[in-house]
């Protein structure tokens, strides 16, 4: 590996260049059974995260929405049932196999948007296009965090808004309980539910990777968002970033 620049899989420390198709075999792997895993390891409460996500998007009646790394489409479906004739939503992912899943269940619900298979380090989209831009949950599966920041932040238009939804840093008396279950009952989920172990196990390692409340605030701002805040969510568990384009 000597020379090529490194990051992280999980705990591994991986090629950079091998980073994404690494990714892409956990989301293949889980993806029909995604939603699933998702109601299951969360007690529900992803719906709840979300539901705050999307109530503090306020999207309205002909605004244009980007959701990246949308996969099977909560937040996508959401907007897309308020922007009404006259908006747009674009679901967007890298991964082909949840895309699929997320055209079909926006299809299922009556709604002819967009689904566009994209890298969001390097988003085909002009610059300003965009009111709102969310990314729930993806962000921390990204190679270069950073570019992505900086092409979502290009493609919103003055005033409007990045929200990340995403994994954070627990509350420290949160800890002990919260290591116990990601690390045990998760992985065991993930082996009996998706027969997945190796992928549930990644999930686990790459929130402990993933850069905590404050230093994601940071990198929200060095990517030339203002007003950058974020929301505790389930004592630290989750929290939403939000940030705006000057
Ligand atoms: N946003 C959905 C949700 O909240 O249920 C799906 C989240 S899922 C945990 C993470 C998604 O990030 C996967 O669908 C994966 O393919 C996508 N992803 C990972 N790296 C990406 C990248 N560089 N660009 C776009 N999507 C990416």
Redesign the pocket.
């Known amino acids: 590996m000597s020379g090529s620049r490194t990051t992280h899989f999980g705990y591994e420390t991986v090629d950079e260049a091998s980073k ?1 198709a690494r ?2 075999g956990v ?1 293949h792997s889980v993806a029909t059974r995604y939603d699933l895993m ?1 109601d299951l390891m969360s007690a529900g409460l992803h719906r709840l995260w ?1 539901a705050f996500t999307i109530g503090q998007a306020a999207v309205r009646p002909g605004m244009r929405v980007l959701d ?5 489409g ?2 996508a479906r959401a907007f897309a049932r308020r922007v009404g004739s006259q908006g747009e939503v674009w679901l ?4 082909g196999s ?1 895309l699929v899943v997320g055209r079909d269940r926006m299809l299922d619900d009556g709604s002819l948007q967009p689904a566009v298979r ?4 390097a988003l085909p989209f002009p610059d300003g296009y965009f009111d709102r831009v969310t990314v ?3 962000l921390r ?3 270069h965090k950073e570019r ?1 920041l900086a092409e979502m932040r290009r493609v919103l238009a003055s005033g409007g808004r990045l929200l990340v939804l995403e994994f954070s840093q627990v509350r420290k008396e949160l800890a002990p309980l919260y290591d116990l279950y990601s690390f045990s009952v998760l992985p065991w989920l993930g082996k009996r539910v998706a027969g997945d172990e190796a992928s549930y196990r990644y999930l686990a390692e790459s929130i402990r990777m993933h850069p905590d409340q404050d230093t994601l605030k940071k990198m929200m701002e060095e990517a030339g968002l203002s007003r950058v805040r974020y929301f505790n969510l389930a004592g630290g568990v989750v929290a939403l970033h939000e940030g705006f384009q000057a």
Do not use: R
Not at 68 to 72: D, P, R
Not at 92 to 95: F, P, Y
Not at 118 to 121: K, S, Y
């Open positions: 994404a990714v892409a989301f998702n979300k990246v790394a949308g996969g099977t909560d937040l967007t992912d890298i991964n949840m994209c890298d969001a380090e729930a949950f993806g599966n990204m190679t992505a």
